[in-house]
């Protein structure tokens, strides 16, 4: 008996964005992950590699390693991190946070001018992640980002106001952070949007969890939150962030380079940062923030075979 | 499952005898449509008609059991396409293979790396389930010999890998008793390994060279009398694979029936990390059984690490009793950290406190096992759980402070669990990874 293909007649589709000056697609999907058999997937997934804007206190060798010679220079950390091949730069502005060096606006803003002027690709600006200093410095940023078209974030419940004042006065969009529940989500891109800026101008982070640390939990949220998008909701259909590195790498399997029973940790801290990559592409994350140029060397390699047509 | 009242009554006697214990074949058949009585309690069905409601009644993916004893498994039996719809119930079986090309040495060394796969995560063991052994080197004497070294080896069930009847014949001389898997059934051989499979009733697996060759080759093994099957498209690309695994669980639970049996994918590649990756995309994507070389933890460990995960309930989550726990033999000046009872949530803060070397209490508070932010904004981690769960289990009266440290993403309910409680409310990190700096700045002073 000749199968009869099924066929989802999906409604909707994921908002297309474009960052930077360069205008870097995200977005527009018209299918879930992969299934290019009933849909249109225009963009792949990117990767951005993280620099952070002081030495980073918790990173393992095996993170250190690739930027040794520029750890403590974010400008020429962040051209190594292009030459790495992210398709885009996330500068963590790690010295604002009051418990490093709680650096001021004006100083946090001066570095990320500097390091949006030396690369060719397009910004993400992460804040301290303290949210009320994010809320002083990233209003600050967003002006001195000004035509850079940023991915700024990240925004929450408690500091959206500002930031998307500033990002939406500036040209920039931002990053909906919202803890690990679909409604959360939604409401916040709501609230966001209220305040004048466009939906396609926002994409969400449902704080995921790495691989064996709760990362099913965001795996179903964004299937949920894709398949709302193909069937018409326009407050679920921004692109998706995940986190992957931030969280892959506090991961014990990751981190450890002593546990024998485990392997040795070359592949295994990569693969651990890897799969949490590859498991929330299939899950429908578009914006994939990783630490270590082998692991999204990999992922872009897994990325290439998915995205090959499989029409029947 | 999926037959209406009247799909079933169409099939009855119509006889209205009432010994079904119903009055009328109508309502006997809508109290069979509801899942609530058994065909058995009709004496009258036609043969024909037992076939086609049993047939009918059957699960959308055949449930298979491989192996025998101790290490046997199932799969099979799904019935959703998405996770958060119900739940996937069958864990993908890792298979690992070897091959007959290799030395008895090589061969037993691999076997038990394979053996040694064992690993341990939130007090639970997790493990490899099949060795795989192909006969690459196309003679079925040396497929025969490498197939008993790794039976006596193992007690894994195996995976016979061979297209040629005459080897697996003699393979399952040696395994065929243990129900191994036989790889496989196509369009050319399918005629002698069924009836090889048939013979030891092991699970066959029917390959097609796309999804209607799979179908057709499926529908004439069963018209052998064998339904004791697991399917392969045929497919080995990435995103075939993702496409033919979706197709083929999309069609059976359309109740399509030539696909609806549970699958096994290959992830084999040269190149271990893609394994490792492509393995994962299995397990998530639908794969009854998959199949990777590598026999590294390193490579194994996500595979089964991203099964426990796609695995679990997402309607029950892990949870943990809600009771006072003692790490490292606490004192009555031990601080009291208060969280949820959501398993991971209380092991990272566990496994984070004995690393700092501070003993301490752990109280977790009853939240149906969601974690601390669900479940504050499910009003389930709130000021009056918090001093219900204190009360109840006594602990503020095992140490001579008053202090309790409750998680730093929720610090809003500070305030109203102080009051609630009467204890002093200190805010502890947001990630239990930042507990040993607390412990240091904000418990030691
Ligand atoms: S026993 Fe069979 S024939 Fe008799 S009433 Fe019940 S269903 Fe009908």
């Known amino acids: 008996m000749a199968v009869t293909i099924a066929k989802e007649r999906w409604t909707s589709k994921v908002a297309e964005e474009a960052y930077g000056p360069q205008g870097l697609k995200v977005g527009g999907e018209t299918t879930l992950p992969f299934l290019h058999f009933e849909g249109e997937i225009p963009n792949r997934a990117v990767t951005a590699l993280e620099v952070f804007d002081t030495e980073p206190k918790d990173y393992p060798d095996i993170l250190k390693e690739p930027f040794a010679d520029v750890i403590n220079d974010p400008v020429a950390w962040a051209k190594k991190v292009v030459e790495y091949g992210a398709d885009m730069v996330a500068l963590r502005l790690m010295s604002a946070h009051p418990d490093w060096n709680n650096a001021s606006a004006q100083d946090v803003a001066k570095t990320a001018k500097a390091v949006a002027d030396a690369i060719d690709v397009p910004l993400i600006v992460i804040g301290c992640g303290v949210e009320e200093k994010d809320g002083e410095i990233l209003p600050v940023v967003a002006e001195a980002l000004e035509g850079k078209k940023a991915l700024i974030g990240c925004v929450t419940a408690n500091n959206y106001k500002s930031i998307t004042a500033a990002a939406n006065g500036y040209g920039h969009y931002v990053i909906a952070s919202s803890p690990l529940d679909i409604n959360l989500c939604k409401q916040l891109n709501i609230l966001i949007n209220e305040m004048g800026l466009p939906l396609d101008r926002i994409a969400f982070d449902p704080l995921v969890g790495a691989l064996g640390y709760g990362i099913e939990y965001a795996y179903s949220i964004m299937e949920r939150a894709r398949m709302g998008a193909l069937t018409g909701d326009k407050t679920l259909a921004t692109p998706i962030v995940a986190f992957i590195g931030q969280e892959a790498w506090k991961a014990k399997e990751a981190k450890d380079a002593d546990v024998p029973e485990w392997g040795p940790q070359a592949d295994r801290a990569i693969l651990w940062e890897a799969t949490t990559a590859t498991t929330f592409a299939i899950a429908g994350a578009n914006i994939f923030i990783m630490r270590h140029p082998e692991s999204v060397k990999r992922f872009n390699a897994f990325v290439d075979e998915a995205m090959k047509s499989n029409a029947y | 499952m999926g037959l209406t009242g009247l799909e079933i009554f169409k099939q009855l006697p119509k006889k209205n005898c009432k010994e079904c214990g119903q009055p009328t074949c109508l309502a006997f058949a809508m109290q069979?449509?509801?899942?609530?009585?058994?065909?058995?309690?009709?004496?009258?069905?036609?043969?024909?008609?037992?076939?086609?409601?049993?047939?009918?009644?059957?699960?959308?993916?055949?449930?298979?059991?491989?192996?025998?004893?101790?290490?046997?498994?199932?799969?099979?039996?799904?019935?959703?396409?998405?996770?958060?719809?119900?739940?996937?119930?069958?864990?993908?079986?890792?298979?690992?293979?070897?091959?007959?090309?290799?030395?008895?040495?090589?061969?037993?060394?691999?076997?038990?790396?394979?053996?040694?796969?064992?690993?341990?995560?939130?007090?639970?063991?997790?493990?490899?389930?099949?060795?795989?052994?192909?006969?690459?080197?196309?003679?079925?004497?040396?497929?025969?010999?490498?197939?008993?070294?790794?039976?006596?080896?193992?007690?894994?069930?195996?995976?016979?890998?061979?297209?040629?009847?005459?080897?697996?014949?003699?393979?399952?001389?040696?395994?065929?008793?243990?129900?191994?898997?036989?790889?496989?059934?196509?369009?050319?051989?399918?005629?002698a390994m069924t009836a090889l499979a048939k013979k030891y009733e092991a699970p066959l697996v029917v390959k097609g060279s796309d999804l209607n060759s799979l179908a057709e080759t499926v529908e004439k093994v069963v018209?052998?009398?064998?339904?004791?099957?697991?399917?392969?498209?045929?497919?080995?690309?990435?995103?075939?694979?993702?496409?033919?695994?979706?197709?083929?669980?999309?069609?059976?639970?359309?109740?399509?029936?030539?696909?609806?049996?549970?699958?096994?994918?290959?992830a084999n590649n040269d190149d271990p990390i893609m394994e490792s990756l492509y393995a994962s995309t299995y397990v998530a994507k639908y794969a009854g059984i998959v199949v990777v070389n590598s026999a590294e933890p390193e490579h194994i460990l996500p595979v089964i690490t991203l099964r426990l995960n796609i695995y679990t309930d997402p309607q029950k989550p892990i949870a943990v009793e809600s009771k006072v726990y003692e790490i490292l033999n606490p004192g009555p000046d031990s601080p009291v950290l208060v969280t949820t009872n959501f398993s991971l949530s209380y092991f990272c803060i566990a496994g984070d406190t004995e690393a700092a070397r501070v003993p301490a209490y752990i109280i977790p508070?009853?939240?149906?096992?969601?974690?601390?932010?669900?479940?504050?904004?499910?009003?389930?981690?709130?000021?009056?759980?918090?001093?219900?769960?204190?009360?109840?289990?006594?602990?503020?009266?095992?140490?001579?402070?008053?202090?309790?440290?409750?998680?730093?993403?929720?610090?809003?309910?500070?305030?109203?669990?102080?009051?609630?409680?009467?204890?002093?409310?200190?805010?502890?990190?947001?990630?239990?990874?930042?507990?040993?700096?607390?412990f240091k700045q904000q418990w030691n002073q």
């Open chain 2, 365 to 438: 508070v009853d939240t149906d096992g969601i974690s601390v932010l669900t479940a504050w904004a499910a009003g389930k981690f709130s000021p009056e759980s918090i001093a219900d769960t204190l009360k109840k289990l006594g602990i503020m009266e095992k140490v001579n402070h008053n202090k309790i440290i409750i998680p730093g993403g929720v610090a809003v309910l500070s305030g109203q669990t102080a009051e609630l409680t009467g204890c002093q409310v200190l805010v502890g990190p947001r990630e239990s990874a930042g507990i040993n700096s607390f």
């Open chain 2, 32 to 191: 069979l449509a509801a899942g609530k009585a058994s065909l058995d309690a009709c004496p009258y069905v036609s043969d024909a008609a037992r076939e086609a409601l049993d047939s009918a009644s059957a699960p959308p993916v055949a449930l298979v059991k491989i192996g025998a004893g101790e290490k046997a498994f199932e799969i099979g039996n799904e019935t959703v396409m998405f996770r958060h719809d119900k739940r996937f119930e069958h864990p993908t079986g890792i298979a690992i293979q070897v091959n007959d090309n290799m030395s008895a040495d090589e061969v037993k060394a691999k076997v038990d790396k394979i053996n040694k796969l064992v690993f341990d995560r939130v007090g639970q063991v997790h493990e490899v389930n099949m060795v795989a052994v192909a006969n690459d080197s196309g003679d079925a004497a040396k497929f025969a010999d490498t197939v008993k070294l790794v039976q006596d080896n193992t007690a894994y069930p195996l995976l016979l890998i061979s297209g040629d009847a005459a080897a697996m014949e003699k393979a399952l001389d040696v395994a065929g008793a243990n129900k191994p898997v036989v790889y496989a059934a196509d369009a050319g051989n399918y005629e």
């Open chain 2, 223 to 266: 018209a052998l009398g064998y339904k004791n099957l697991i399917l392969d498209s045929g497919a080995r690309e990435l995103s075939k694979v993702i496409a033919d695994q979706t197709q083929i669980r999309r069609q059976a639970l359309k109740l399509f029936r030539p696909l609806g049996y549970p699958t096994i994918a290959f």
